[in-house]
C-alpha cells in the first residue's frame, strides 16, 4: 500500500492509512529518505492517525526513518498517534525513543516552522 | 385365590393414587383458600402488621402515612404472589420498592424484618382461624409455609442486589470524582490526585488523562500526587507509563508533590527519574509549565 507523501514548503507530509503491513513500512522507509533527498525538504511528518495499532516493527521502523532523516540533516516528527494506541504501546514497553513527536499535523508543522524560523 | 389377591393389591393401589390426586388438589383447593381468607381480613390483617412494624421501632426513617401506604402494596404483592404461585411482579415490586427507600435510609435488617413480621402476622391468623381442626391447620400450613418463605426471600434478595448496584454505582462516581482533569491555561492541563491509588484506578487516570490531553490539545501537564500518602511499585509504574504515553501525544508532563515516603519509593524500586520531570510543589509546577509554554507572570501594574 503506497503511503500519499505531500509537499508543504520545505516539508514533506506522509499521511498513514490505517493497516500497515511490515512490507509496506519497509518500502516507506526507502521512499521517504528518497522523497527527502529528491526534495531538499528540512522537515518530515508522519501522520499515523488512522493507525489503530503500533507494534514493535512499526515503532523500530519509524525510528529508523527518522534516524535516516536526519542523516540528511532533516527532522522527523510523528504526529497523530491515539490514545489508545499510545497506552497500548507504554504497556507492552514500545517507546519511540528518541523520535519527537506531536498531537496532530497542526502541531507537527508548528514544530518544524518554530524549529528552522529560530535558526534561519 | 391369587385372582383375588390381585385384586385386593390393584384397589390398594387405586386408593393410594385417590388419596394422592386428593392431596395434590388439596394443596391448591387450600391455598384458594388461604388467599380468599386473607383478602377477606385485608384491613385487620394489614393494621396488626403495621402495629407490630411500629412496635419492633422498625422503618423509624418513615412516616407512619409511609409505612401504611407501603404496607398496604406489600401485603397486596404478598397475597398475589401466594396465589399466583409466580414471583416475578414480586420481584419487579421488590426493586422499585427499594429503589424508593433505600435513599431514605432503611437498613437491611429492617427489610427482612418486616417481611418477616408479615409472614408471622398471617400465621398466626391462620392458627387463630383453623384451631379446631388441626389436621387441616396442618395441611394449610404445608401450603403456606413454602411460599411465605420464598416470598420473604424474594424480597429481601431483591433488596440487597439494589443496595449493591446503588453501591457499585457510588464507587463509580466516586473513582470519576477523584480524577478530575483541569484545563488551567491554554494547553495546560492539571491532574490533581487525591486518596489512594490502586492498580484499576490508575489505569483509569491514564485513559482520563490521554483523552483530555487529545481534546483540550495540551501540551503541558502538571500532575500533582501531594494528596497521595504511599505508592508501590506497580503503581508507581503505571505512573511512570502515563508520563511516557503524554509524551507520545506531545504533551511534557510535571510530576509534583512527591512525599518523601513516595520519592523513597520511586528510588528505591529503580525508576528511571530521567524519564520524569518532577518539581517540588504544585506551584513551582504550574511556574515551570508556564515557562515551558512562553508564559511570563508579572504582577499588574509593575514597572511599565
Do not use: C
Amino acid at each position: 500500500m503506497e503511503v500519499p507523501v505531500l509537499k508543504q514548503g520545505q516539508f514533506l507530509i506522509a499521511t498513514v492509512q490505517a493497516a500497515l503491513t511490515d512490507e509496506d513500512l519497509v518500502h516507506l522507509r526507502r521512499a521517504m529518505v528518497e522523497r527527502v533527498v529528491r526534495s531538499r525538504s528540512l522537515g518530515v511528518i508522519i501522520d499515523v492517525t488512522a493507525m489503530d495499532i503500533m507494534d514493535s516493527f512499526a515503532s523500530r521502523t519509524l525510528r529508523e526513518i527518522a534516524q535516516m532523516i536526519r542523516l540528511r540533516g532533516a527532522e522527523t516528527i510523528i504526529v497523530g498517534i491515539q490514545p489508545d494506541v499510545a497506552f497500548a504501546m507504554v504497556q507492552l514497553g514500545i517507546t519511540l525513543e528518541g523520535v519527537v513527536t506531536a498531537l496532530d499535523l497542526e502541531e507537527g508543522l508548528d514544530y518544524l516552522k518554530n524549529k528552522f524560523d529560530s535558526s534561519a | 385365590m391369587a385372582k383375588e389377591m390381585a385384586g385386593m393389591e390393584r384397589s390398594t393401589t387405586w386408593q393410594e393414587t385417590l388419596v394422592h390426586d386428593a392431596s395434590l388438589e388439596g394443596t391448591a383447593v387450600l391455598l384458594r383458600e388461604l388467599v380468599a381468607h386473607l383478602r377477606q381480613n385485608r384491613t385487620q390483617l394489614r393494621e396488626e402488621w403495621a402495629k407490630r412494624i411500629t412496635e419492633a421501632k422498625l422503618l423509624t426513617a418513615m412516616s407512619k402515612e409511609e409505612i401504611f401506604a407501603e404496607a398496604t402494596a406489600v401485603y397486596d404483592q404478598y397475597v398475589e404472589a401466594l396465589q399466583t404461585g409466580t414471583f416475578e411482579a414480586l420481584q419487579a415490586y421488590a426493586r422499585s420498592l427499594s429503589e424508593r427507600i433505600i435513599p431514605r435510609g432503611v437498613e437491611t435488617h429492617e427489610v427482612v424484618g418486616i417481611v418477616l413480621l408479615l409472614r408471622d402476622v398471617l400465621a398466626r391468623s391462620l392458627f387463630a382461624k383453623y384451631q379446631a381442626d388441626f389436621t387441616k391447620l396442618d395441611r394449610i400450613l404445608d401450603a403456606y409455609e413454602p411460599a411465605a418463605n420464598r416470598i420473604a426471600n424474594t424480597v429481601a434478595v431483591g433488596f440487597v442486589q439494589e443496595r449493591e448496584r446503588v453501591i457499585r454505582q457510588q464507587q463509580e462516581a466516586i473513582r470519576e470524582l477523584s480524577t478530575p482533569v483541569l484545563q488551567v491555561r491554554e494547553r495546560l492541563l492539571i491532574l490533581p490526585i487525591i486518596g489512594v491509588i490502586d492498580p484499576q484506578r490508575a489505569r483509569q487516570l491514564t485513559e482520563q488523562l490521554l483523552r483530555g490531553i487529545r481534546t483540550n490539545r495540551a501540551k503541558v501537564v502538571v500532575i500533582d500526587i501531594t494528596g497521595v500518602a504511599a505508592m508501590d511499585a506497580t503503581v508507581a509504574n503505571h505512573l511512570v507509563q502515563t508520563v511516557e504515553a503524554s509524551r507520545l501525544l506531545g504533551a511534557t508532563v510535571i510530576v509534583t508533590g512527591l512525599s518523601p515516603e513516595i520519592a523513597q519509593t520511586l528510588v528505591t524500586i529503580g525508576v528511571d527519574l530521567g524519564k520524569m520531570n518532577t518539581v517540588g510543589d504544585l506551584q513551582g509546577g504550574i511556574e515551570q509549565a508556564e515557562r515551558l509554554l512562553g508564559y511570563k507572570v508579572v504582577p499588574a501594574g509593575a514597572a511599565s
